[in-house]
């Protein structure tokens, strides 16, 4: 099935959505259980990382996952945790989709 690492590779952006949001909450003196339940879905992401890697090939795995999350974790700071996104930044995570477009184009299948 053609579209499972793509799957893969959406899961460990949402997993690393998660667990850096809550890395944000913990840093804000939350529990024992919020700094386990972030290092579970850090840990979580990275495994389905890997798995996508299986089927993908690196670049296009790893830009699109960081480009991915970055521009999330930046929206929910802007939404959630009152940071800005100024011309500069909005501009950085344009630049890095236009990168991540330009990758995936070029993106052979992994060998198997």
């Known amino acids: ?47 389905l990382l890997a798995t996508a890697m299986e089927h993908i090939p690196m670049a296009v795995t790893y830009a699109t996952w960081e480009t991915l999350g970055l521009t999330a974790v930046a929206f929910i700071g802007w939404r959630f945790f009152g940071e800005s996104i100024g011309p500069l930044k909005a501009l950085g995570m344009a630049v890095l989709v236009a990168g991540v477009v330009l990758v995936n184009a070029s993106g052979k299948p992994a060998q198997e």
């Open 1 to 47: 099935m053609v579209s499972r690492p793509w799957i893969f590779l959406l899961a460990a952006v949402a997993t690393e959505i998660v667990g850096v949001s809550v890395m944000k909450l913990v840093s804000q003196d939350a529990g024992w259980t919020a700094l386990l339940f972030m290092y579970a879905m850090i840990g979580l992401s990275f495994f």
